[in-house]
């Protein structure tokens, strides 16, 4: 944002004004009228909490305004604070517990600094805050913060949303996100970004799902191969359920050992149960996309099974089991379509994930030649050619056993289908938040039993009549 402003053919003057004006719409449009105190520091945004607290003065509201620092001299800040002819008072708490609401306009998006401490005790005071851009001291790119973040009830941002609007625990930090629009171009922003990959925030938009055809069959719309043993055998029946209902046209659920046939045919009737050797399957050309993982053990013949796989030239997603065999050598990975970690798989074969969950995965991305998908409450799908994605509002009620066997299986079928990995990868997560009831009492065979209502939704949501599972037309 910072380089948009540079390039952009607006003044930084406008643009504040702008800013200023977006904020202090969104506090009259959110509160009653009472007494104000806007908190700002000396770059431009506080120069936005100067404007808002002329505006909101000038609409009648009591308002004072605290600075951390004086604004830079000579700067656009400087000129908004001179505009400003109203009450100015200490940054104290006091002064804080005198008002019904504080605008922080301390610190921006760049990279957290901790607040100082008069600072944080000034926030800790207040009865709502609405922050500008982000709540001070959290980062813009990760959402991390860098010391204390005192959340905010309602955070209004700019041209863009930042990573750390959606990122954990900046989601949760920021409140109410209002994304408001300051006359800064698009050319401008598209020049910011000097050719990187983009981050994205999941939706529709991004992919598009595969539409059977009129005159096609099963095999049209793939056939895959979901391996699992009766140690765990619930995993990859759950795997194996959704990828049937995410429209692949044939699924076989593949024993690893011999009691997992028995417990396999116990199973749902359209169901393929193929006995072992496992790697037999490989030589029918037709099975074109695997899951490997979900309740199978991090052992050697997982490992083994994987590679085989990739060098066979399957579409492989690789999970749980498959994940953990390849702890500390993620280099086995290397050729899978697409891989599914939570954060603990993750650091097992990556290394720790760190503060930049962005920039943590796209290296594993990078790493495998795939696309990697971190599940968590703020999901970061990633290719190896830097794209992301995150996926910010899955219902809390997935953080339950087992959804994440539902999730590699959606994916697997969209692979089958012959969605592109990224794509697949996103859409995946995606329907998997859909499909999810939220609420009490939720387990993954009701995510299952969600998908083909998600997949409708989708439909109905874009426009486009939907066939067969509710796959999207068009």
Same mark, same amino acid.
């Given at each position: 944002?910072?380089?948009?402003?540079? #390039?952009? $053919?607006?003044? &930084?003057? +406008?643009?504040?004004?702008?800013?200023?004006?977006?904020?202090?719409?969104?506090?009259?449009?959110?509160?009653?009228?009472?007494?104000?105190?806007?908190?700002?520091?000396?770059?431009?945004?506080?120069?936005?909490? %100067?404007?808002?607290?002329?505006?909101?003065?000038?609409?009648?509201?009591?308002? !004072? /305004?605290?600075?951390?620092?004086?604004?830079?001299?000579?700067?656009?800040?400087?000129?908004?604070?001179?505009?400003?002819?109203?009450? +100015?008072?200490?940054?104290?708490?006091?002064?804080?517990?005198?008002?019904?609401? /504080?605008?922080?306009? @301390?610190?921006?998006?760049?990279?957290?600094?901790?607040?100082? =401490?008069?600072?944080?005790?000034?926030?800790?005071?207040?009865?709502?805050?609405?922050?500008?851009?982000?709540?001070?001291?959290?980062?813009?790119?990760?959402?991390?913060?860098?010391?204390?973040?005192?959340?905010?009830?309602?955070?209004?941002?700019?041209?863009?949303?930042?990573?750390?609007?959606?990122?954990?625990?900046?989601?949760?930090?920021?409140?109410?996100? +209002?994304? !408001?629009?300051?006359?800064?171009?698009?050319?401008?922003?598209?020049?910011?970004?000097?050719?990187?990959?983009?981050?994205?925030?999941?939706?529709?938009?991004?992919?598009? @799902?595969?539409?059977?055809?009129?005159?096609?069959?099963? %095999?049209?719309?793939?056939?895959? /191969?979901?391996?699992?043993?009766?140690?765990?055998?619930?995993?990859?029946?759950?795997?194996?359920?959704?990828?049937?209902?995410?429209?692949?046209?044939?699924?076989?659920? !593949?024993?690893?050992?011999?009691?997992?046939?028995?417990?396999?045919?116990?199973?749902?009737?359209?169901?393929?149960?193929?006995?072992?050797?496992?790697?037999?399957?490989?030589?029918?050309?037709?099975?074109?996309?695997?899951?490997?993982?979900?309740?199978?053990?991090?052992?050697?013949?997982?490992? $083994?099974?994987?590679?085989?796989?990739?060098?066979?030239?399957?579409?492989?997603?690789?999970?749980?089991?498959?994940?953990?065999?390849?702890?500390?050598?993620?280099?086995?990975?290397?050729?899978?379509?697409? =891989?599914?970690?939570?954060?603990?798989?993750?650091?097992?074969?990556?290394?720790?994930?760190?503060?930049?969950? &962005?920039?943590?995965?796209?290296?594993? =991305?990078?790493?495998?030649?795939?696309?990697?998908?971190?599940?968590?409450?703020?999901?970061?799908?990633?290719?190896?050619?830097?794209?992301?994605?995150?996926?910010?509002?899955?219902?809390?009620? @997935?953080?339950?056993?087992?959804?994440?066997?539902?999730?590699?299986?959606?994916?697997?079928?969209?692979?089958?289908?012959?969605?592109?990995?990224?794509?697949? #990868?996103? =859409?995946?997560?995606?329907?998997?938040?859909?499909?999810?009831?939220?609420?009490?009492?939720?387990?993954?065979?009701?995510? /299952?039993?969600?998908?083909? $209502?998600?997949?409708?939704?989708?439909?109905?949501?874009?426009?486009?009549?939907?066939?067969?599972?509710?796959?999207?037309?068009?």
């Amino acid at each position: 944002m910072a380089r948009a402003d540079a #390039a952009s $053919s607006v003044p &930084i003057p +406008v643009l504040m004004a702008a800013a200023g004006r977006a904020v202090a719409r969104e506090v009259m449009a959110r509160f009653r009228p009472c007494r104000t105190l806007v908190l700002v520091g000396p770059g431009n945004n506080g120069g936005d909490g %100067y404007v808002a607290a002329r505006l909101l003065e000038s609409a009648g509201w009591p308002v !004072a /305004v605290a600075a951390l620092a004086p604004p830079r001299p000579d700067g656009p800040a400087a000129e908004a604070a001179a505009r400003w002819r109203g009450p +100015v008072v200490p940054l104290r708490p006091e002064e804080v517990r005198r008002c019904g609401l /504080v605008v922080d306009a @301390l610190l921006g998006a760049a990279p957290a600094r901790p607040l100082p =401490a008069d600072a944080v005790a000034c926030l800790r005071a207040a009865t709502a805050i609405v922050a500008v851009d982000v709540p001070s001291g959290l980062d813009g790119a990760t959402g991390q913060p860098s010391a204390e973040v005192v959340p905010a009830a309602v955070t209004v941002t700019f041209a863009r949303l930042k990573p750390g609007h959606l990122l954990m625990p900046g989601r949760a930090l920021c409140g109410e996100l +209002v994304l !408001a629009e300051i006359g800064l171009p698009e050319a401008a922003l598209a020049a910011a970004t000097g050719g990187e990959a983009g981050i994205f925030r999941n939706g529709p938009d991004l992919w598009s @799902l595969p539409v059977p055809g009129r005159a096609g069959h099963k %095999y049209d719309r793939g056939h895959l /191969v979901v391996v699992g043993g009766a140690a765990m055998g619930g995993a990859a029946r759950l795997a194996a359920a959704a990828a049937r209902r995410a429209g692949a046209g044939l699924v076989t659920l !593949a024993a690893a050992d011999a009691a997992a046939t028995a417990l396999f045919r116990t199973g749902a009737p359209g169901l393929i149960v193929a006995e072992p050797p496992v790697e037999a399957l490989l030589e029918d050309a037709r099975r074109n996309a695997w899951v490997i993982g979900p309740g199978l053990p991090a052992d050697e013949g997982t490992r $083994s099974l994987l590679t085989r796989a990739v060098a066979a030239g399957r579409r492989v997603v690789a999970d749980a089991g498959a994940l953990t065999a390849c702890a500390g050598s993620a280099e086995a990975l290397s050729g899978v379509a697409v =891989a599914t970690p939570h954060g603990g798989e993750f650091a097992r074969a990556f290394g720790p994930v760190g503060p930049d969950r &962005i920039a943590a995965v796209r290296g594993a =991305a990078a790493r495998i030649g795939g696309v990697v998908v971190l599940k968590g409450p703020d999901t970061v799908v990633a290719a190896p050619d830097g794209r992301a994605v995150i996926n910010h509002d899955a219902p809390r009620s @997935l953080a339950t056993a087992g959804t994440g066997d539902v999730l590699a299986g959606l994916i697997g079928a969209l692979l089958a289908q012959g969605m592109p990995a990224f794509e697949a #990868a996103c =859409a995946g997560v995606w329907l998997h938040g859909r499909a999810a009831p939220s609420g009490p009492g939720v387990i993954a065979e009701d995510v /299952v039993r969600g998908i083909p $209502s998600a997949l409708a939704a989708l439909g109905a949501a874009i426009g486009r009549p939907t066939l067969g599972n509710g796959l999207a037309l068009g």
